[in-house]
């Protein structure tokens, strides 16, 4: 009597533990990836055109209650002749109230002369390709600097273009009445791009956007 005795209060120490291992991981945000490749949850992902991504995911029982997506997770079109998306910062997912989540994340396209991806599109998650890439992705999503600067640091660092081959988009996401005002502004744009990148120890001027002039 006396060890079964012993043996029920091990077998409760032993749920305790598990109990409170399991309390700690939940209350730890797990790697979409890694929650990905130990199926613990399952997500599917589609296009939103070309600054987003939407996705649905469903925890299983066990799952982790927070999920985060890192800076520069990228996302592949599983139809051919479509952009890739990169993610824009830290992404959260909470899973604490309800097994399944509906979201969307920021993101800017990887491939400049390609048309973006629909909401009929399905999209693949792979973990960030490029550490610059990633490094820079983690810097847009803290300092949150307009959508034109945040776009042109990425096709730097994903398609390595020229100024020449970007300049109409920049222009045309300027807000001015003039076409020497929207030229000004775009170059302000390629200017703090070129910053963005000095700041997470990258040379801008190894990229041919931030080589020159217009070609």
């Given amino acids: 009597m006396k060890r079964t005795g012993i043996m029920v209060a091990v077998c409760a120490l ?11 991981r939940d209350n730890t945000p797990m790697e979409l990836m890694d929650a ?3 199926g613990q949850v399952e997500a599917v992902f589609y296009g939103n055109g070309d600054r987003s991504v939407t996705g649905r995911i469903r925890r299983s029982a066990f ?12 996302f592949w079109a599983q139809q051919e002749g479509l952009q890739g998306m990169t993610t824009l910062g830290w ?9 399944v989540a509906y979201f969307e994340v920021p993101t800017a396209c990887t491939n400049l002369e390609l048309p973006a991806p ?42 390595n273009p020229t100024w020449a081959a970007v300049v109409e988009y920049a222009e045309g996401m300027a807000d001015a009445d003039t076409d020497e005002e929207r030229a000004a502004i775009a170059q302000g744009y390629r200017l703090r791009a070129a910053q963005l990148l000095w700041q997470v120890g990258i040379d801008p001027a190894e990229y041919r956007m931030f080589a020159g002039p217009a070609e």
């Fill in 14 to 24: 032993a749920l305790l533990a598990v109990a409170a291992a399991v309390q700690a």
């Fill in 36 to 38: 990905l490749a130990t």
């Fill in 63 to 74: 799952g982790p209650e927070q999920i985060m997506l890192e800076p520069g997770t990228q």
């Fill in 91 to 99: 992404v959260p997912i909470d899973l604490s109230r309800r097994a």
């Fill in 118 to 159: 629909t909401r009929y599109n399905r999209m693949v998650p792979v973990r960030c390709p490029e550490p610059r890439m990633a490094a820079v992705t983690a810097e847009i999503g803290r300092s949150m600097p307009p959508r034109a600067v945040a776009q042109l640091a990425v096709w730097a660092i994903a398609n």
